[in-house]
């Protein structure tokens, strides 16, 4: 079955300093890879997608992720964490032909320090 | 182009009632999504429905039910609520619904049974 795990539930980063969220997925083909965030309150926001190609994607906010067959990994990075950054980050997975579903992982709660 | 929008954005309802909630998707998309989110269980998916079909179902009991109209809003329908259906269910537009395809979500609708 696929399946979507974020291992961090919850991560506190000083402002200015680099970020890394992980994820990794369970799936028997190459996935279509989403990354969203959530900030309070709100519905999800696209930050970036990975069908094929290049496995270095970029992204909105200065966020990128890179894909890692061989890791089933799919892990979002930032080079400088900002105060607005603050937030619950979702990995999600998707299939051709499983029209309209992604499965989501568990999220991670971003915390910025000052 | 106008986001994904839903109403109400806040209910509050008693076990054992029903309710119904809307989504406008955006203009020119034709597939609609519903996601339950709990704290407990994180986003799943309910359904998807596409050209007023239901295309895909999560794993969802039959209290759970939707349609699409012609102009692609879609509603979704809860009945006999129980305590446990309290979240925030969102849905997401998206032109054709391929797995590759970014699901745009509205804010959500929060609902809250007593």
């Known amino acids: 079955a696929q399946s979507v795990t974020q291992p961090d539930i919850h991560i506190t980063v000083s402002e200015g300093a680099s970020l890394e969220l992980r994820c990794n997925y369970s799936y028997g083909a190459t996935p279509y890879l989403f990354w969203y965030v959530q900030s309070p309150g709100q519905g999800l926001q696209l930050l970036l997608k990975y069908f094929s190609g290049d496995t270095l994607v970029q992204g909105i906010k200065g966020f990128e992720a890179e894909f890692k067959r061989s890791q089933s990994s799919f892990n979002l990075r930032k080079p400088s964490v900002h105060w607005s950054d603050a937030a619950e980050y979702f990995c999600?997975?998707?299939?051709?032909?499983?029209?309209?579903?992604?499965?989501f992982g568990q999220g991670t709660t971003l915390q910025v320090k000052p | 182009k106008a986001g994904v929008t839903q109403t109400p954005r806040y209910l509050i309802k008693t076990r054992g009632q029903q309710v119904t909630l809307s989504c406008s998707p955006i203009?020119?998309?034709?597939?609609v999504s519903w996601y339950q989110q709990t704290p407990g269980q994180g986003l799943q998916f309910l359904f998807e429905y596409f050209s007023e079909t239901q295309r895909n179902k999560g794993n969802f009991p039959g209290r759970f039910s939707g349609r699409q109209f012609s102009n692609s809003r879609s509603e979704m329908n809860v009945s006999t609520l129980e305590l446990g259906d309290s979240a925030l269910y969102l849905c997401a537009s998206s032109s054709s619904g391929t797995g590759k395809e970014t699901q745009y979500f509205g804010p959500g609708t929060r609902l809250l049974v007593l």
């Open positions: 203009s020119g998309h034709r597939s």
């Open positions: 999600a997975v998707g299939r051709a032909s499983n029209t309209g579903k992604l499965i």
